[in-house]
């Protein structure tokens, strides 16, 4: 079972940053996807970008290409998620998942954080 620990959300204008931080304790896969997830006001839970570690490919949702990066430290256990030129419809709940199989996108994954907060505003 792996243990997830998100920060780094916050208040911020539109068209600001932020930086998402995702630590990881626990795991035992010696590969595995890890990602970034949110729940925005009146949405389900969808998929923002995702890594697996078995080639680091990424997947990104179409609405953050080109504003939001992805990457992983694999000595540190730790995810990351870079947010530039934010939009109020931003706004949400971010949750780190991770899994041993390549989800890319799914909301199937077998492990959460807790979630760290995001606000944008206009």
């Known amino acids: 079972h792996v243990q997830l620990v998100e920060s780094g959300g916050g208040s911020v204008e539109a068209g600001g940053s932020l930086r998402l931080l995702c630590a990881a304790s626990?795991?035992?896969?010696?590969?595995?996807?890890m990602g970034w997830f949110r729940q925005t006001p009146g949405k389900e839970r969808e998929g923002v970008a995702t890594?697996?570690?078995?080639?680091?490919?990424?997947y990104y949702a179409d609405f953050v290409k080109g504003r939001f990066t992805i990457s992983k430290d694999n000595a540190e256990n730790t995810l990351y998620l870079q947010m530039n030129n934010l939009k109020p419809e931003d706004t949400g709940m971010y949750y780190c998942a991770a899994d041993r199989f390549n989800l890319q996108l799914s909301r199937h994954y077998s492990n959460w954080g807790r979630g760290t907060q995001v606000t944008v505003a206009s």
């Open positions: 626990g795991g035992t896969y010696s590969r595995y996807c």
């Open positions: 890594i697996y570690t078995g080639g680091g490919r990424t």
